[in-house]
Nanobody, 115 residues
Framework: QAQLVESGGGLVQTGGSLRLSCAAP????????MAWYRQAPGKQRELVAL???????QYASSVAGRFTISSDNVKNTLYLQMNDLKPEDTGDYYC?????????WGQGTQVNVSS
């Protein structure tokens, strides 16, 4: 089965930045919308940002203006640039896409923002 592979997480101080990457096989990359989700400890997984195949973007209100989702169609990689990070951004971040009847999730990358 195709795999999504996230990277780029880590420990950062409040106000810092990180860039997450999600590498995907060309067979599924941007065949439909791709998205970043996150799951904080003890909370449900939530949508953070989404980009459609026509490059429309959508953000959760909590990250709008601080996070930017983008795609590189040559490298088959999805990115999430995260600026001005806050402790409430802490969690596991997952890449997601569902180009047909099969949903694909990455294994997640952990982001820890210290106050």
């Amino acid at each position: 089965q195709a795999q999504l592979v996230e990277s780029g997480g880590g420990l950062v101080q409040t106000g810092g930045s990180l860039r997450l990457s999600c590498a995907a096989p060309g067979s599924i990359f941007m065949r439909s919308s791709m998205a970043w989700y996150r799951q904080a400890p003890g909370k449900q997984r939530e949508l953070v940002a989404l980009i459609t195949a026509s490059s429309r973007v959508q953000y959760a209100s909590s990250v709008a203006g601080r996070f930017t989702i983008s795609s590189d169609n040559v490298k088959n990689t999805l990115y999430l640039q995260m600026n001005d990070l806050k402790p409430e951004d802490t969690g596991d971040y997952y890449c997601y896409t569902k180009p047909g009847s099969t949903a694909y999730w990455g294994q997640g990358t952990q982001v820890n923002v210290s106050s």
